[in-house]
């Protein structure tokens, strides 16, 4: 079945170091990935999503490519700053399920000032 | 502002009764969900709702049940059933479903069950 494998948590950065947070999944079909941010004490927001192979799906200097060859998503940002600390999770829309989303199991990241 | 309400932020029972958990969205949003989040774990669908007086159970649902009587609310009721209840719930919706349908999500209950 489908599914979505995520990097485990916590990942530790400074202030304006370059992240990445990886993941990788199995579809059948060609779904939808997305990227979404709980900051803590809150619901999910959507951060980000690429509807197909190639496509490149940014936003608040976040940056994410859907990679069709290397079956992955990758979340990259630049500089991150204290206030990107939440845990992020990526999903893909499951074809054969009337597009429900299968979820990763998050990551949290810390950023120090 | 529009939005998702989920009431109460924290909620305490003793194990055997039943309890319910509220969420009610104003976006005019056709579809609704309920999902499961565990720490270490990706969110977990318990029911959804497609359309009014319609819903359809979702990975989770044993220990669960909705009700969808009007658009704006899906009420979420975990019974004395559902093993292990203890968790934290998180109620969205969306425009219809499909591939540029984002959710949008409520800020989640906590329950705690002893």
């Known amino acids: 079945g489908n599914s979505v494998t995520q990097m485990e948590g916590p990942v530790t950065l400074s202030e304006e170091a370059f992240l990445t947070i990886n993941c990788t999944y199995t579809?059948?079909?060609?779904?939808?990935l997305f990227w979404y941010v709980q900051y803590p004490g809150e619901g999910l927001q959507l951060l980000l999503k690429?509807?197909?192979a190639d496509d490149k799906g940014s936003n608040k200097g976040f940056e994410a490519t859907y990679r069709k060859e290397t079956t992955s998503f990758h979340l990259e940002k630049g500089s991150v700053q204290v206030s990107d600390s939440a845990v992020y999770f990526c999903?893909?829309?499951?074809?054969?399920?009337?597009?429900?989303?299968?979820w990763g199991a998050g990551t949290k990241l810390i950023i120090k000032p | 502002d529009g939005g998702i309400t989920q009431s109460p932020k924290y909620l305490f029972r003793k194990e055997g009764q039943n309890v319910t958990l509220s969420c009610e969205q104003n976006?005019?949003?056709?579809?609704m969900y309920w999902y499961r989040q565990d720490p270490g774990q990706g969110l977990r669908l318990i029911y959804y709702?497609?359309?009014?007086?319609?819903?359809q159970k979702g990975d989770i649902a044993e220990g669960y049940s909705v009700s969808r009587e009007k658009k704006e609310s899906f009420p979420l009721t975990v019974t004395s059933a559902q093993k292990n209840p203890t968790a934290f719930y998180l109620c969205?919706?969306?425009?219809?479903?499909?591939?540029?349908?984002?959710?949008?999500f409520g800020n989640g209950t906590r329950l705690t069950v002893t």
């Open positions: 969205a919706s969306s425009v219809g479903q499909g591939l540029n349908s984002p959710l949008h």
């Open positions: 976006l005019n949003h056709d579809a």
């Open positions: 709702s497609q359309i009014v007086n319609d819903f």
């Open positions: 579809a059948t079909g060609y779904p939808s």
């Open positions: 690429a509807t197909k």
């Open positions: 999903a893909l829309s499951d074809t054969t399920r009337n597009y429900q989303l299968i």
